[in-house]
């Protein structure tokens, strides 16, 4: 909830700076904000974080999951039958059925 001392502050400010540095040093990553505020425009009045700490709560970890789930399935795919995925530029991603 903004007051009016945080009305005009840049919410996003510290994820453009990481999204920038990340971009400058070609290392991948998964922007959640965005999933974040959807799920906050369809969920008003609701916390998809403990308002103490602003650790996901239940319902933050299931967007985390779904997105997770997303990106998996667009950008990774098995390769005959083999229990190793690859992200589709062929880098390695995990091997299933390991513990």
Wanted: aromatic residues 16%; hydrophobic residues 35%.
């Amino acid at each position: 909830m903004r007051s009016p001392e945080t009305e005009n502050l840049d919410y996003q400010k510290p994820n453009k700076i990481l999204i920038s540095f990340l971009e400058d040093k070609g290392i991948a990553y998964l922007d959640l904000l965005p999933s974040f505020e959807f799920w906050a425009s369809i969920n008003s009045g609701k916390l998809a974080y403990f308002a103490i700490d602003g650790h996901p709560n239940e319902e933050g970890h299931k967007v985390i999951a779904e997105e997770l789930l997303w990106y998996i399935r667009n950008n990774y795919e098995r390769k005959n039958g083999e229990n190793v995925c690859f992200n589709k530029t062929g880098g390695f991603l995990y091997e299933y059925g390991q513990n």
